[in-house]
């Protein structure tokens, strides 16, 4: 069996398999912990096709947060609900 790294499980030593336990949780930090804290995905009582919808639509915006270089979401997501023109220029939907 390879571990993400391309090793062998036998072969890995503590080095590679706390690479790879920390990569997992730099996943759960930067994506999962948005979705769940901020964007409250678990409490959404929307099922279905819509909840994939919204999920997808969830884990896009903070691809965008992430890929833009956001550090401070929280308030990033408040000021966008403020004013959702800016909202609309960070994904490059409004050009004015």
């Known amino acids: 069996m390879l571990c993400p790294l391309g090793k062998h499980i036998d072969e890995a030593d503590a080095g590679v398999l706390g690479e790879v336990w920390l990569g997992r ?4 930090n930067g994506s999962f912990w948005v979705r769940d804290v901020l964007l409250r995905e678990d409490a959404s009582q929307v099922r279905g096709r819509g909840g994939e919808v919204l999920a ?6 903070v691809l965008w947060l992430n890929w833009k ?28």
Do not use: Q
């Open 56 to 61: 997808v639509l969830r884990a896009h915006l």
């Open 25 to 28: 949780w730099g996943v759960e």
């Open 69 to 96: 270089g956001i550090r401070r979401k929280k308030a990033a997501l408040e000021a966008f609900s403020f004013n959702p023109l800016a909202a609309l220029r960070f994904l490059g939907l409004y050009a004015v």
